[in-house]
Structure formats: structure tokens, C-alpha cells
């Protein structure tokens, strides 16, 4: 096992009409980051858009804990737009998002933060994927896909869990992706254009057990093609 040298980290988790989930999620990260001895950290939920109360439960464990901080959106941007909140939000110079569904155990941090001097970038990819057959199918030829027009050369693309710099966020061109699809492939493909290297760790993936997962539809998907050949020629 590597050692982990981070100091102060960044953590923000997407969420949208998360309430059933969020609090449990939020505890189990203040809970693992206490024990890694780190300078100073942040817990930030970027509630987007909610209509149920996932932004009220944020509030309440921010009025008792400093390190929780909510960013509210009021409308429903995206998945992709979700992102961009906590990546260009972020204070710190270690960023790690995941998704807050808990289908991650946030406690396999440690993972990234071990190979954060070794990357500017760390992806998990999922093992045991517990997704149903058709989501599976899908990320299996999205991946494919990016691989093979962007050259991001990862196992799991869009894979909720990972490690970026900021130096990254704050030297590529500026994210342009609100589609939950694209946002990923777009991150690694400019990252690897700028130089930075992008190292994969497995993480475990579990059954959701509350609330709703939102998937994309075939006009969804369509466009979200449309966008990756876009990006391959911006990039070219």
C-alpha cells in the first residue's frame, strides 16, 4: 500500500432528489476524512435542481459541521453541469467526486489518494458492476467509443469516482459538457491533449438501495454521439 502524502482535499458529490441517500453519504465521508489526518478538507453537495429535500438535509449537516458546504443550483442542469460546479468550485489542489447514490463505499479514497503522486488524474473503474444488464451494455460500448475517437485509454469511462488536480481544471480548456455521458469523456480527452497523465484504480459498485437512477434515452444517447464526434474533431 502506497502512503498518502494529500494534505487538504477537496470532496463534492452531484446530487439530484438525493434526500433518501445524501446524509448517510455525507457522514460516512466526514467520518473516513477524520481519520486521514489531513489539514483541512471540504465536503461540498452540488444539489441540482432537487425538487425533493435533498438541499434542506445539506443545510442541517452544514449548520453542524464547517467543512459541509452546499451549492445550490435551482434548476436541473445536468449531470455534466453538476460537475463543473464542484471542479471549478473546489478549494483545494486534491479534488474527488463521486456519486451519491452510494453505490461507492467512499472509504476506498485511500485508493486515490495513494496514487495521487503518481497522476494528475485517477480513475476508478467499476468491479462487480451492479448496474442492470442494458446501463452495463451501454457504459461497455460508451467506453469503446471514447477510447477509440478521443484515445482516453481507460477501462470504464464514465465511471462516478475520481481523482483530478486542480492544476488540470484550471490549465485545460474550460469545460464545455452538461450531459452526464460526455462530461468524463471530455475531462480525460483534454487532459491527455495537455500532457497530464491519467492512472485507473478498481472500486467496488453496489446495488442501489433508495431512491431513483436517472438514465438516458435513445435521443439522449444520439446526441450525446453527435457531441463525442464533435469533441474528436475539436481536438484533432
Same mark, same amino acid.
Given at each position: 500500500?502506497?502512503?498518502? *502524502?494529500?494534505? *487538504?482535499?477537496?470532496?463534492?458529490?452531484?446530487?439530484?432528489?438525493?434526500?433518501?441517500? !445524501?446524509?448517510?453519504?455525507?457522514?460516512?465521508?466526514?467520518?473516513?476524512? &477524520?481519520?486521514? @489526518?489531513?489539514?483541512?478538507?471540504?465536503?461540498?453537495?452540488?444539489?441540482?435542481? %432537487?425538487?425533493?429535500?435533498?438541499?434542506?438535509?445539506?443545510?442541517?449537516?452544514?449548520?453542524? =459541521?464547517?467543512?459541509?458546504?452546499? #451549492?445550490?443550483?435551482?434548476?436541473?442542469?445536468? $449531470?455534466?453541469?453538476?460537475?463543473?460546479?464542484?471542479?471549478?468550485?473546489?478549494?483545494?489542489? *486534491? !479534488?474527488? $467526486?463521486? =456519486?451519491?447514490?452510494?453505490?461507492?463505499?467512499?472509504?476506498?479514497?485511500?485508493?486515490?489518494?495513494? &496514487? %495521487?503522486?503518481?497522476? =494528475? #488524474?485517477?480513475?476508478?473503474?467499476?468491479?462487480?458492476? %451492479?448496474?442492470?444488464?442494458?446501463? !452495463?451494455?451501454?457504459?461497455?460500448?460508451?467506453?469503446?467509443?471514447? *477510447?477509440?475517437?478521443?484515445?482516453?485509454?481507460?477501462?470504464?469511462?464514465?465511471?462516478?469516482?475520481?481523482?483530478? @488536480? &486542480? @492544476?488540470? !481544471?484550471?490549465?485545460?480548456?474550460?469545460?464545455?459538457?452538461?450531459?452526464?455521458?460526455?462530461?468524463?469523456?471530455?475531462?480525460?480527452?483534454?487532459?491527455?491533449?495537455?500532457?497530464?497523465?491519467?492512472?485507473?484504480?478498481?472500486?467496488?459498485?453496489?446495488?442501489?438501495?433508495?431512491?431513483?437512477?436517472?438514465?438516458?434515452?435513445?435521443?439522449?444517447?444520439?446526441? %450525446?454521439?453527435? =457531441?463525442?464526434? &464533435?469533441?474528436?474533431?475539436?481536438?484533432?
Amino acid at each position: 500500500m502506497d502512503k498518502v *502524502n494529500v494534505k *487538504n482535499l477537496s470532496v463534492f458529490f452531484p446530487a439530484y432528489n438525493e434526500e433518501e441517500n !445524501i446524509r448517510v453519504m455525507v457522514e460516512k465521508a466526514l467520518l473516513v476524512l &477524520k481519520t486521514l @489526518k489531513l489539514n483541512d478538507y471540504e465536503v461540498m453537495v452540488v444539489n441540482d435542481g %432537487s425538487t425533493d429535500g435533498t438541499a434542506k438535509v445539506v443545510e442541517g449537516l452544514a449548520k453542524r =459541521d464547517r467543512h459541509v458546504r452546499l #451549492i445550490n443550483r435551482t434548476q436541473n442542469g445536468g $449531470y455534466g453541469e453538476a460537475l463543473k460546479c464542484g471542479l471549478y468550485g473546489a478549494r483545494f489542489e *486534491n !479534488i474527488v $467526486y463521486t =456519486d451519491s447514490d452510494l453505490q461507492f463505499d467512499f472509504s476506498e479514497v485511500t485508493k486515490f489518494l495513494e &496514487k %495521487s503522486e503518481k497522476a =494528475d #488524474i485517477v480513475v476508478g473503474f467499476r468491479i462487480n458492476r %451492479s448496474d442492470p444488464p442494458v446501463r !452495463i451494455i451501454i457504459g461497455w460500448v460508451w467506453t469503446m467509443l471514447a *477510447n477509440a475517437l478521443l484515445g482516453v485509454g481507460v477501462k470504464d469511462v464514465d465511471c462516478g469516482f475520481k481523482l483530478v @488536480k &486542480k @492544476k488540470v !481544471i484550471e490549465t485545460i480548456p474550460k469545460l464545455e459538457s452538461s450531459r452526464g455521458g460526455m462530461i468524463s469523456p471530455e475531462l480525460l480527452a483534454k487532459a491527455k491533449k495537455y500532457g497530464f497523465k491519467i492512472i485507473e484504480v478498481g472500486v467496488y459498485h453496489h446495488p442501489r438501495q433508495a431512491g431513483r437512477q436517472t438514465g438516458a434515452d435513445l435521443q439522449v444517447m444520439i446526441r %450525446s454521439f453527435a =457531441d463525442l464526434l &464533435k469533441l474528436w474533431w475539436q481536438l484533432r
